[in-house]
């Protein structure tokens, strides 16, 4: 048993749209509130509490209201520790290892880390005293199915269960979410992208309120926009850091064994000679003359390799539905007075674009 196993096992018991569906008709109830309210809205919060809720589903089989006092916090430790793992104080304390007593700035990435890690015993705990053997109701029921059936000496314990749904966590909030305020923003700067993507959603829908993750066939536009937002979004910048295991030659280059290696995404996301636009937001990077979806190989937002991101199917099928559900339901508009957009992004672990405003319309309003 892997953890992807787990993972497939509960996304295919749930089918994956069914539990989208059960989020996005919370968020379309908040974005219609809004809409009453005449405001315009920060979708930063949004965001990040709907991919939160979409892991605490997968993991805990739980979600919380975009209100709750706990999740607010809980998404907050994780965007502090993502800002904080490869700024200048991790890189201090990975570079001098005795500046781990003082206490300086990296102290609260820890710090965060102890208190998800309090958040997630309580919720193993509850696991464990409701369960019933061998009908897994989320990832952390089959992962304590499968302790049951464990020998001694087994890697499989409740501390390493308490760690790996921090792992997914950290890997499966910030990552989605950042990716959709990148495309949200893109989107509403290029009103003629949105309005063309909005054609193919209706076309491919014809009657119906939501889309499934197999209608991606029918939307060779929609793809292309959403993996054009993919390259220019370049979301975990330098990946996680490796470290080679044995002496290695690269393209005439020494790498000796324990030299740390790290990734420059950009590098082959913008890469001249790879695409047809490589520095401007363009789906045309993905359609071929025929207007058919084409992804060329130096698409690796996910990057590559044995250890490439284990969540690629769930992340895809996040940024599709809730892209085109979102997009089926509402126009997206920079607001008048929102001046020129920045699309320069806040450097971390994941880029995030700086906080912006949201207007929007409902479509049969239009
Ligand atoms: C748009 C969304 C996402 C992007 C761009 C992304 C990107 C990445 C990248 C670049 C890596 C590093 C791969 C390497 O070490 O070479 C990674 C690792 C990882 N990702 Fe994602 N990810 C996304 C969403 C998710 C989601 C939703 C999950 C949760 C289920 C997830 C779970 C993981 C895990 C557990 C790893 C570590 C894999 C390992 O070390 O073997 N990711 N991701």
Redesign the pocket.
Known sequence: MT?SSF?DKVLLREKGDSWSHFWLCYWCDVLYFILCTGKTLSPQVMFHNA?SNI?CK?LFGTRYEYNDETIKKVVQWFTEMLKIFNGPWALLYNSVPYVSYLPLPFKKAFKNMELYLNFSNGLVNEHKRTRTAGEPRDFVDCYLDELDKQKEDSSFSEEQLRRITL??YL??TD??SN?LLTGFLYLMNHPQVQDRCQQEINRVLDGRDWASFEDRHNMPYVQAVIHEV?RVAN??PL??F?CSTKDTELMGYDIPKGTLII?N?ESVLREEGQWKFPHEFSPENFLNEQGEFVKPEAFM?????P??????G??RM??FLMTVTLLRKFKFIWPEDAGEPDFTMIFGVTLTPKPYMMKVQLRSEQ
């Not at 937002?301 to 390799?305: E, H, I, L, R, T």
């Not at 250890?307 to 690629?312: D, P, Q």
């Open positions: 953890i993972l991919a892991i997968v792992d997914l890997a499966g990552s989605t990716t993919q979301t975990v990946s996680a490796h990734q995404m937002p996910f990057s590559a390799g250890r490439m991101c284990l969540g690629e769930l992340a996040e940024l």
